[in-house]
């Protein structure tokens, strides 16, 4: 089945307000001159977004955020919720990215409790998958990443399985300049769609749409983005470069 490819920019915990203004700038006029064949999202810091939404009004180019909170309202010091977001007409979340996961201990039940929230209110959930290099050389790969999946989506209804997007990010290949190999990312795509077809059948599996990210950049993106089982790319440091992302937009095309 002809899956949609969606190229996505994680900026992290990078650029001012002003600087990010002057990169998605360019990436609003690049696409009015030419339209991106590949949806494009870009996920910048918090601060952005309001000013972002404003920008980006008439444009095809998504607004996603980096993380939600898994409450709604209350005494959260430091959270942000998903009707904040959705005030602003967010689309995307970013969920349970190995960050989040490493440095702020979130789990595959909070992941879950992020993607029910978020789907509640019509908001699409890009849940980050992906085993650390210990995982991979005991060749335990595999195995975490099925417990990511079947944790999280094995406990949702069929029918919120097309709203949501797996972005599998080896941990060993972020921000290293280490990418997983085509064969590598497409097999582990391959197994996923496997096991989300077990419990929910081969057509929902087969409309899952599945990012690689991982170093991706200009130079790997062709290639990667080229194999049968691979959507889009979750790009990192690659999104803060215009020429560099736009150059990955252009390759899913
Ligand atoms: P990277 O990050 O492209 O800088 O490796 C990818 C990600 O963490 O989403």
Known sequence: MKRPKLIAGNWKMNTTLSEGIKLVDILIHAQKKSPFKARVAVAPP???LSEFRNKLMNSSICLAAQNVSDKLSGAYTGEISVLM????????VIIAHSERRQYFGETNDIALEKIKIILK????PIYCVGES????????HYAVVEEQITAVLYKLSDEKIPKITIAYEPVWAIGTGRTATPDQASDMH???RDVVGKRFGDDLAGQLQILY???VNAANAGELLSMPHIDGALVGGASLKADEFLAIIQAAG
């Open 190 to 192: 391959s197994f996923i």
């Open 213 to 215: 990210g991982g170093s």
């Open 46 to 48: 918090y601060t952005h």
């Open 133 to 140: 290099l210990t995982d991979r050389e005991k060749d335990r």
């Open 85 to 92: 977001l959705k005030d602003i007409g967010i689309r995307k």
């Open 121 to 124: 209110h019509e908001i699409h």
